[in-house]
């Protein structure tokens, strides 16, 4: 049902290539109102400046799952619910407030009134309803896991489905009570929806603009589909505090202010999103002063970008970087080995040595920021001595271990996929096992080898998505999955029954107990979570980068 | 020139083989011996990096952060490197891999450009012009990209990197065999053979082959340079053994790109042994040109 591992939210790989080095550095400089250096006062109305690691793939919210287009579009559109700003929990958006029925089937929104589309048209239930539907009824290609990748991880399925991955879709239903209030049916109870409502993909759309310029139409294939309307290209509609200007990929798209918004207006009067490929040139950029802003600053650079007078913002942690097993192989199925490979790595020492500050030791499969998480769990110390001992019980002779890990990558999780490896392999070796290192590109081949579990241990991670622990543990262990490659019924039931319990009581009770259970069974061994950083020159205001990707660049302003 | 001079000098230039001769002017060419000392040194450092280095490479040794990575003291004479390793070790150590890299690339790209060199020089005809298109073609493509290629086809690892550095030197090897054994065919010596009805097998083995080898032995010096720079090139563009803590030059050099801002002298160290290595067995390997050229012979 889900991906597991992998964090789609995020830019892709800065993958080096003299080409790209050189397309970037031809993207560098700009020819728009140029931002003055660090401190220097930039005029008002001038447009705010950032560096993005790519072009969006599409500005429809419903046909995207990168984080370079949600940064794009969660200016333009707005979801009915929001998060918190700069956390996770769920605050009012479109809908002013709501109502989950005792049985967890029924969702009832009141809508905020007096909104409007930047086309005009009026914000109300049956446009809300209008994009339910919408999304409930894709046909062909855009039923693609990666065309529609949040609707089919959310709500599984379709009106008519047209691939045996697909599952019976949780949506029921979506009626108008009146213009003001939305009734939200499914299909079984699911206490999960309302957090995953935050994510961009389900953002209100103007039905109009939807069916004028044809957002529906996708061809081509599901490993690169093609767009052929304009909606998301040229005419994305939403109800945000930026309207879209203009857009020419490759060198700039441009936003501006929603004079007619609903609520507190934007400061700044238009924003250009410029992409850069390389983290270095993104960087060099900002000093030069010819770029505001960028996310995801390399934690070896944090120092000099301070040093050079530019800002360094801290993404809380909202993610975990693990090592897994897959327990296709008989070595991984047995518990012993698991548990010593637990105690022999230095997870603390890994950590330290290659993630920035702020990032700390992950003892559970979801962040200790997530409700529900307790450290009520069987914890696994560094300890060379225990693991050897277990090893030795294990009545495993010359333990040897194949270990995966990825090129070509850098994630908060996982700054350095090599380093990580080699210390872990250190580590395992001082305990007694024998590792056969095994590595791949990213993508597509790490992420297809890890996920067919042909990986014995893998390092991978996970990026959170919305405030739910679903959106951790369901993920991993809901279900049998090929790269976990276990049949643990226990953990299995906790978890679903977990997604469909209504009471919050519980079902924090019941996450506690998942932990606890996955603690002991050991299919993998979490190790860090780390915050991520963005830089903005001197004097950006009014930024805070969101845990879960959501920024809203309406409270930014220059000064 | 005082006397004494002269008269030392005199009775081997008369007297001496190409052997002897070489071997004098070597020793008189000051750049000869520098390159021999680097060489020397760097073969006797590889081959004691397990007892000279004073840490294992592949172990931390101390915390590092990745802001914070000490730089040379007495304990680290290099300091230590992004994960808390001991860089001296890891240099030394990395010459092991190096002189490893450089041999077994140099013999498996000297004996398949032997073989096809005999074959050609030996049969001359239709062997000869096919043996030598094909050379043709492998070195009308450039070496680093025909390795880049041929190492990426054979996937990663240690073994594929060094085929595809011993593919790129077979067509050298090859073409300098076959020159010189097409000059040997008509010298006198292979003549009088012939005419007295030695087998062309034993005048091929047995004479001409061994007649020919002085330029193989002196490019070999040269390529084991050029193997150890390719090696290290191959490495920083991540064509390396699946093993990252295997300690390799041009891995160590290209895994501290990151910290070249903060922790420059990571990047220099694995540098500066690249560099002395191929200097060491370039300058050897010209010197070896110049003692065995008998143009050179006064």
Not at chain 2, 169 to 184: D, S, T, W
């Amino acid at each position: 049902m889900r991906r597991d591992g992998m964090p789609l939210r995020r830019p892709a790989a800065v993958v080096a290539g003299l080409a790209l080095a050189i397309s970037a550095a031809a993207c560098g400089g700009g020819d728009d109102a140029e931002p003055g250096t660090g401190g220097t006062q930039a005029a008002e109305g001038s447009a705010f400046i950032f560096a993005s690691s790519a072009d969006p793939a599409i500005l429809d919210p419903a046909f995207h799952s990168d984080g370079e287009s949600s940064r794009v579009t969660n200016q333009i559109f707005e979801t009915l619910v929001a998060t918190e700003e700069g956390g996770t929990g769920v605050v009012p958006g479109l809908a002013e407030s709501w109502k989950v029925s005792e049985d967890a089937r029924t969702y009832t929104f009141k809508l905020r009134q007096g909104v409007k589309f930047h086309d005009g048209e009026p914000f109300d239930a049956a446009a809300v309803c209008a994009n339910f539907d919408r999304w409930y009824n894709f046909t062909g290609l855009a039923q693609a896991d990666s065309v529609s990748y949040y609707w089919v991880t959310v709500f599984r399925g379709f009106a008519k489905n047209e691939s045996d991955t697909l599952g019976k879709s949780l949506y029921g239903g979506c009626t108008a009570k009146d213009d003001g209030t939305v009734e939200l049916k499914l299909t079984e109870p699911s206490a999960v929806v309302l957090s995953a409502l935050t994510l961009s993909s389900f953002a209100i759309a103007s039905p109009k603009a939807l069916k004028d310029y044809k957002a529906d139409q996708v061809s081509g294939t599901a490993e690169s589909p093609q767009f052929t309307g304009t909606f998301g290209t040229e005419h994305p509609v939403g109800t945000g505090p930026f309207k879209f200007g203009s857009w020419t990929r490759g060198d700039k798209l441009e936003i501006v202010r929603n004079d007619e918004y609903w609520g507190e207006k934007a400061k700044l009067s238009r924003i250009i999103f410029r992409p850069i490929e390389k983290a270095a040139d993104r960087a060099q950029a900002l000093r030069a002063g010819s770029v505001h802003a960028f996310d995801y600053a390399d934690p070896a650079d944090l120092e000099s970008l301070k040093s050079a007078g530019v800002q360094v913002l801290e993404r809380a942690p909202f993610n975990m970087g693990y090592l897994g097993f897959s327990q296709r192989t008989e070595i991984m199925q047995n518990q012993k080995i698991r548990q010593a490979i637990a105690h022999a790595i230095n997870r603390d020492n890994v950590v330290k040595t290659k993630y920035a500050t702020g990032a700390k030791v992950a003892n559970a499969f979801m962040p200790d920021s997530l409700w529900s998480y307790t450290e009520d769990f069987t914890e696994y110390d560094y300890s060379v001595d225990k693991a050897k001992q277990l090893i030795a019980e294990s009545g495993v002779s010359d333990p040897t271990l194949e270990f995966c890990y990825p090129s070509g990558v850098s994630r908060a999780y996982m700054v350095d996929p090599a380093g990580n490896f080699q210390l872990m392999k250190a580590d395992l070796e001082a305990a007694g096992f024998k590792v056969t290192p095994k590595t791949s590109p990213w993508s597509p081949d790490y992420l297809n080898t890890t996920q067919a579990g042909d990986c014995p241990l893998f390092l991978l991670g996970w990026n959170g998505d919305f405030g739910d622990p679903d959106n951790f543990l369901g993920t991993f262990f809901q279900s049998f999955s090929n790269q976990w490659s276990f049949r643990n019924e226990e953990i299995f039931k906790t978890l679903g029954d977990a997604e469909k319990e209504p009471d919050q009581a519980k079902r924090e009770a019941l996450y506690k107990q998942a932990n606890a259970l996955i603690a002991d069974f050991v299919p993998g061994v979490p190790y860090a979570q780390s915050p991520s950083f963005s830089a903005a020159a001197k004097n950006v205001r009014g930024w805070v980068p969101s845990p879960v990707l959501n920024d809203k660049f309406s409270t930014i302003s220059l000064n | 020139m005082s006397l004494a001079q002269v008269e030392t000098v005199a009775p081997e230039e008369t007297g001496g083989s190409l052997g002897r001769d070489a071997w004098r002017r070597l020793r008189r060419n000051p750049v000869a011996i520098v390159g021999a000392i680097l060489v020397i040194m760097f073969v006797a450092l590889a081959l004691l990096a397990p007892w000279l280095a004073p840490y294992p490479p592949d172990k931390p040794v101390g915390q590092v952060t990745p802001t914070s990575i000490p730089g040379p003291s007495a304990e680290h004479w290099f300091g230590l490197d992004d994960l808390g390793r001991d860089e001296f070790s890891r240099v030394l150590w990395g010459a092991r891999w190096s002189l490893v890299i450089g041999v077994v690339s140099l013999l498996l790209g000297l004996i398949g450009g032997m073989v096809l060199g005999l074959l050609a020089g030996a049969f001359g005809g239709w062997v000869d012009g096919l043996v030598m298109r094909l050379v043709d073609i492998m070195l009308s493509v450039p070496g680093l990209l025909f390795a880049i290629g041929i190492a990426a086809m054979l996937g990663s690892g240690l073994d594929a990197v060094m085929i595809a550095i011993a593919v790129v030197n077979v067509p050298i090897f090859a073409r300098l065999l076959r020159g010189q054994m097409l000059a040997q065919r008509q010298s006198d010596y292979v003549l009088a053979a012939k005419a007295v009805g030695v087998r062309r097998r034993r005048i091929v083995l047995g004479h001409v082959l061994p007649n020919s080898l002085t330029p193989v032995i002196v490019q070999g010096t040269l390529t084991l340079a050029v193997a150890i720079v390719d090696a290290a090139g191959l490495a920083f563009l991540g064509l390396s053994s699946n093993d990252p803590s295997i300690p390799e030059w041009g891995r160590m050099l290209a895994d501290t790109q990151r910290y070249l801002s903060s922790a420059p002298l990571l990047a220099v160290f694995p540098g500066l042994a690249i560099i002395i290595a191929a200097l060491g067995f370039t300058l050897l390997g010209e010197s070896l040109r110049e003692a065995l050229d008998p143009k050179y012979r006064r």
